[in-house]
């Protein structure tokens, strides 16, 4: 059974930064294999990738956190960090890390990541 544990929400003002983490274990859960990601869910919003880092540590990210958000992997630690600088009014969600591999897609219960105006 593969968890996911995002933790590091929190109330920031905009300009403000924050960063996630997000904890991954299980029996045979092999980290290193998988990509990572963060994706975002806001209210009456559609679910969206933030941020996504692969075996190579090769990362993509969508083009309303370009610049602004940074994803990092620690494969002995089986961890995935989002550092978001420089938060937006647009960028409060629901933030939940997911492990990806062909078919095989395991998600966090999210952190909840609220900016103050």
């Known amino acids: 059974q593969v968890q996911l544990v995002e933790s590091g929400g929190g109330l920031v003002q905009p300009g403000g930064s924050l960063k996630l983490s997000c904890a991954a274990s299980?029996?045979?859960?092999?980290?290193?294999?998988?990509?990572m990601g963060w994706y975002r869910q806001a209210p009456g919003k559609q679910r969206e990738l933030v941020a996504a880092?692969?075996?190579?540590?090769?990362?993509n990210y969508a083009d309303s956190v370009k610049g602004r958000f940074t994803i990092s992997r620690d494969n002995g630690k089986k961890m995935v960090y989002l550092q978001m600088n420089s938060l937006k009014p647009e960028d409060p969600a629901v933030y939940s890390c997911?492990?990806?591999?062909?078919?095989?897609?395991?998600w966090g219960p999210g952190t909840q990541v609220p900016v103050s105006s």
């Open positions: 299980g029996l045979a859960f092999a980290f290193r294999i998988y990509t």
């Open positions: 880092i692969n075996v190579g540590a090769s990362a």
């Open positions: 997911t492990a990806h591999r062909a078919t095989q897609i395991y």
